[in-house]
């Protein structure tokens, strides 16, 4: 996973899945990246296979530590397996989800 | 005709480590199975996710002990329906009857959502050890690629199968059969040996020890297939050889204990008897008690080496009887407990006729004066009592006591105290004088069984318009005329306490509209919804500014309690007298 800082926004990518193995880590690693300065938080999911339960909970972690600082959680370019996961459960409606 | 193979299911099955790194190649591989029997691409993303999350599950909860345990995955691919089983070693856990999205800012709970949105059933069943999701998705023709034959593979997974099927069906219908037998648990002994008998046939055992757990240290024989296997107790918490039997580790550990020909057995272990006797021991626990062991096991030799005595689903079949034995135990105590209750409340019962019968059906009248009095118990049956003794026709002795403690033993003291006043006339005048000599009277009986009475006598002269007061340890005496109220508590200790003990009296005179209240502790303590207590300070209040013949003010008060305590209940006996004129 590649972390990088934009102004106010933090952008983590080349994520290859985001499942109960490493959603913990992606969202302790992000979170400790998020410093003063950083309001939004966005995840490239482009590359990210596949999605589960515990990774949509890193995710709504994220959300909240982006909230939290006034800012916003953006998802960017999920794969369509992921994509479909978002929309079963709803989360395409709380997240910003952009396809650049 | 024989099955062409064409519609025979195919299937896969894998073990997968207790370990979340791994859950990525069991779906990969799961993955792979479905794409080479044909499946369509949107089922093959359903099955994906819905297997990680039940993999998911099953890892995460697994208890540390557990984690050593593969968790079993499962696919069968059938000509119209495809289904995955995951097994795991969790406590397990029941499966909701409606599964929502949890809310949008919550960090979990959307495993189960999933797996219920993707795939067409899932059902939970839930075994000793370990349980087993069941999931399924029905194949329409989309689901199928192409019309791929599905492959004949696997037999041997099959016939294990069937084998699984055959001794679940044996199981539940032998549990049904005693189920249905209502009468079955009278006698736990002949129950257990009949359904263990059964067992044996079921699993093709030849020999059985069940073990009751006694006072969570002993394990002693309920029954056996064979008397010579009937070896008494096993002491497995003592610091003794005990601890090393096969069946004392299985109850120690919690975990089944497989044992062969070559298992090292102790030298006394009672499952020696069995020469050279491979088999298991299965330690029943139901929330976390034991109930007991269940040893069973062959004889000699195995046929082949490396088959294992009892099968999967025969482990199973005997955890289930063992688990159900276990069941009819606890019902067999429950019905022992419930005897008791009835026996208590029988006990309940007679304290209870014992304490009306004390109480007078009706009160004598004193000439110029009225009287009033009131009971209630708390429970059942409480300590409390009152009782007026007409002297002649100008005086009375008033008393009120609260026995220490409830029940046949309190209502049986209050009788004995009712009877030893009425059996002292030339005492009666004189209160403090009677309560020494009731406190000798009582004293050995009253200490022997750690019990006491406070108590209150009032003589009242009508026509001198005077009042005698002694008092055991009991609430004050309070008097209110136009003057204002007053409390008399003239000093004495508790009937029961001291052998030798002196009572004081204080004499006062009764005034025109005076009114004199005799009273229980349970009145000063009734406690309202914030846990203020009533006090002797509002009775006092209360008493100064209600005016009235007896019988109103004891409406009254009645009144003023039930209001104060309306929202906490009655916590203690309430018991007064009222005496005006």
Request: aromatic share 6%; charged share 20%; with cysteine.
């Amino acid at each position: 996973m590649k972390i990088q800082s934009n102004g106010h926004t933090l952008r983590a990518s080349g994520i290859a899945e985001l499942s109960a193995a490493n959603a913990n880590s992606v969202r302790d690693e992000t979170r400790q990246a998020f410093g003063q300065g950083h309001r939004n938080i966005e995840v490239d999911l482009s590359q990210t296979a596949a999605v589960d339960s515990c990774g949509l909970g890193a995710l709504v972690a994220l959300h909240k530590t982006a909230a939290a600082h006034g800012g916003v959680l953006r998802l960017i370019n999920p794969t369509p397996p992921v994509q479909q996961i978002l929309e079963l459960t709803r989360m395409h409606r709380i997240f910003e989800v952009i396809k650049e | 005709m024989l099955d062409s193979g064409a519609s025979r299911p195919a299937a896969l099955r894998f073990a997968l480590p207790c370990d979340l790194s791994h859950v990525r190649h069991a779906s990969q591989a799961v993955h792979q199975f479905l794409v080479e029997q044909g499946c369509g691409e949107d089922i093959l993303t359903a099955c994906d996710l819905a297997l990680v999350e039940a993999c998911n599950n099953a890892i995460q909860y697994a208890p540390e002990p557990a984690r050593t345990r593969s968790v079993v995955v499962e696919a069968i691919w059938q000509p119209d329906r495809l289904e995955i089983r995951v097994t795991d070693h969790t406590p397990g856990f029941d499966w909701p009857e409606k599964i929502d999205l949890p809310a949008p800012e919550s960090e979990s709970g959307r495993g189960l959502f999933l797996i219920q949105s993707l795939m067409d059933s899932a059902v939970y069943l839930r075994g000793p050890g370990e349980n087993t999701l069941v999931l399924r998705k029905s194949l329409s023709d989309e689901g199928r690629k192409q019309g791929n034959q599905p492959r004949i593979e696997n037999d041997q997974l099959i016939s294990g199968l069937l084998d699984e099927i055959t001794s679940c069906y044996e199981s539940l219908s032998a549990i049904f059969r005693y189920s249905a037998d209502p009468g079955h648990t009278r006698d736990l002994k002949k129950f257990a040996h009949r359904l263990l008998s059964d067992l044996a046939g079921v699993v093709s055992a030849e020999w059985f020890v069940f073990r009751k757990a006694n006072a969570q240290s002993h394990i002693d024989v309920l029954t056996a297939s064979e008397s010579a296997l009937d070896m008494g107790s096993i002491d497995f918490r003592g610091g003794n050889n005990d601890a090393n039997f096969l069946e004392a580790q299985a109850a120690i550990s919690r975990k089944i204990i497989w044992f062969d020909e070559n298992s090292p057995v102790a030298a006394a272990d009672p499952i020696r008897l069995k020469a050279r006797a491979r088999g298991l021991v299965y330690p029943v626990f139901v929330n976390d008690e034991l109930l007991g062991t269940l040893a069973i096991g062959k004889n000699g030799k195995s046929a082949s080496a490396g088959q294992p005595i009892f099968t999967n689903s025969q482990a199973n079949a005997i955890g289930a009887f063992a688990q159900f034995l276990a069941l009819q135990i606890i019902n067999v105590r429950m019905q022992e407990a419930h005897t008791v209750n009835r026996i208590s409340a029988r006990e309940l019962e007679i304290a209870g006729t014992i304490q009306r019968s004390l109480l007078l059906k009706e009160l004598p009248s004193l000439p110029g004066f009225e009287l009033a009095a009131f009971c209630r118990s708390a429970d059942q049956v409480g300590g409390d009592f009152y009782d007026v003794l007409k002297l002649n026709d100008d005086t009375a002795l008033f008393v009120i006591a609260d026995v220490m403690g409830k029940g046949v033993l309190a209502a049986m003291f209050a009788a004995i105290l009712r009877a030893v006043l009425r059996a002292t006339p030339e005492l009666n005048r004189e209160p403090a004088a009677l309560l020494a000599r009731v406190n000798r009277l009582l004293f050995d009986e009253l200490s022997g069984v750690d019990m006491f009475i406070t108590a209150q006598l009032v003589f009242v002269d009508a026509k001198a318009r005077k009042l005698i007061v002694g008092n055991a340890g009991h609430c004050p005496l309070l008097i209110a005329d136009a003057s204002g109220v007053k409390s008399l508590s003239p000093e004495g200790m508790p009937l029961g306490i001291l052998p030798d003990t002196e009572f004081m009296s204080e004499t006062v005179d009764l005034p025109e509209h005076c009114r004199v209240l005799l009273y229980t502790d349970g009145l000063t303590e009734a406690t309202n919804a914030a846990g203020e207590r009533f006090g002797q300070e509002r009775l006092m209040e209360w008493l100064n500014h209600t005016r009235g013949p007896a019988g109103e003010l004891q409406n009254n008060l009645n009144n003023r309690i039930s209001e104060f305590q309306f929202r906490s209940g009655l916590n203690d006996d309430q018991t007064f007298l009222i005496i005006t004129g």
